[in-house]
């Protein structure tokens, strides 16, 4: 419905004017006061659907208690706009809590309001929305009745991405009700259509649904072809086309009992899935190997370390015992000779044993001699041992070293997208400082036409853990944006923890690694930015005021036992100046200053604030160099990323 963002600025414009307020009091409060004074009923309405955006992401009941109430003062009134915008609120509400009988009792409200102002837009939009309620309700009769209704509208329109949705909506629902002949021929009507729109996200749609079509009515070499123009289209695409071409053509041999071609389409399909996964996990193994030689040799370097220490204590208790046994040795010669004159016989009898003593004191001495020798011996090949060990694990610590490089060279020609984010937005900076190597935070970005989109995303761990996370997080960002072309922040954040819950069996193995993420959509026609977030805020400025906007406490992925997690969508108008940014948490969590304690999320937002107006080079230094100043000497502890975009 396009003209909703239209509708909204319209509608809300005069009221959000006498509504500039200061940094102190509540908005809400505020609000609520003008609600309350209000003697107009349009004033009424306008107050209501702000409270309603207040309360859209933290209290949808609430929310939807103030449309309904915007909706009643608006029917009483008459108010053509108001009942509009206050039925598209309602339905979307029950829409996305999944009770899709009661969204169609608010479309059809919204539907006869254009049809009474003779508005085919959007009647045509409308019509296309309850198609879908209807199909997600297996109601494809009905769903195909208002497709066909919003295609007759757009055709009278000539507006040629509506007709290209609607075909293609036909083609579904009737291949959901086994009309597969009906469903091929809107599926290459939509074909036409979006090849003469240059459309190549909606023409690989279509090619794979004829291609099941096909395939599901026995005609193979129509369906060959269909899946054959998708692998060649796949190559200027992402990922998810070429898988599902590969995965059509292995069916597509199956069904002609040409196993062998069937083998070789779907080995590569699974080749293709999961190759960069086992690239990944390759080098992570690599690593993991490695280091455990390493803490082996360790435990051998420090077990030669106490034998060494052993035996030299034991050399010294021997030169100790050899020192006691000559003085010992001395008094004994020493008294003999004291008393020869007198006991002349005995003495020289005593004298005689005394030598036996000493000859074999002596040859004690001697073998203890020999021993201690042999020990020096053997303490030399283990000091040899000891060098040749270090040498090995200085190679090995080079291994692993040149180990993780590659891997941050995968890392980062993964995630370059430098030049794409300063052509769609010439005024951003992104301040990007791993803690190891490679890096547990990433950034994100993509353009389709109007819409830019772009992420700022922790992932659990930092280092090589962390870096599998992050690029299994870019893979499926592209995956749900890109190719299934879902947009809306709220259900790309649904949709990404599903698919990380999946590939990791967290439902199976309680495992809990996953990610936190800032997504902002910002829509250049409408001119508004939407923002959703896990465990991650938005920090924005307009009109001088800073606003720090809370996301939902929910991490991306993990092990769960709540109902099924949904995330909100937070709408702000970007008509005017605005700079917003979001970042991961090592900035604010950094150790440093004076009194070694952390940076805190107050010191951040009082740096961002006070320096905002400056360019985005300058901010970039700036909090480069904040941060190097505030470390000091202490060792950088997480992954450390900011990104900051200035709009008009």
Known sequence: MKYFGLLLFIFLWPGTQNLAFSQT???????ENLLRLSKVDSSKVRYLHLLYEEYESASPLKAKRLAEEALALSEKNQYTEGIILSGNRIAQIYHQQGAYGKALEYYQLVLRSYQGIQDKDGQAEVLNQMGTNYALQDEYLQAIQHYRQSLILHQELKNAPGISRNLTNLG????????????????????????????????AYNLERLGKDYLLTN?????????????ELSKSLEVGPRLRALEGLAQVFASQSDFKKAYEYYKEYTRAKESIFQKLQKEASKSIDSTRVVLDETRRIKDLQEEKLRLQEEKLQQRTFTFVVAIVLILAITLVFYRSNVQSKRANAKLREQQKIIEDKKQELENQKQKIESQNRSIQRKNITLEATFQEIERKNKDITASINYAKRIQESMLNRDRRIAEALPEHFVLYRPRDIVSGDFYWFTKLEHLILMAAVDCTGHGVPGAIMSMLGDSYLNQIINLQNITKPDRVLTEL?????LALNQEQNNNQDGMDIALCLIDQERKVLEFSGAS???????DGIYEVIESNKLPIGGFQKERPREFTTQTFDISKPTWFYIYSDGFQDQFGGPRGRKFAKSRLYKTLYANYK????????????????????NRQMDDIMVVGVKLG
Not at 536 to 542: G, K, N, P, V
């Open 614 to 633: 400056k360019s985005m080079a300058e901010q970039n230094e700036l909090l480069e160099r904040t941060l190097i100043d505030w470390m000091g000497q």
């Open 172 to 203: 579904v629902a009737y291949s959901e009700t086994n009309a597969h002949e009906l469903a091929i021929d809107y599926h290459l009507r939509a074909l036409q259509l979006a090849d003469s729109l240059e459309d190549k996200s909606l023409i």
């Open 536 to 542: 991650r805020e938005l920090f924005i400025i307009q």
């Open 219 to 231: 005609r193979n070499k129509e369906a060959l072809r269909c899946f054959q123009q998708l692998l």
């Open 497 to 501: 923890h599903r698919s990380i819950q």
């Open 25 to 31: 009091g509540s908005r809400i409060e505020r609000l």
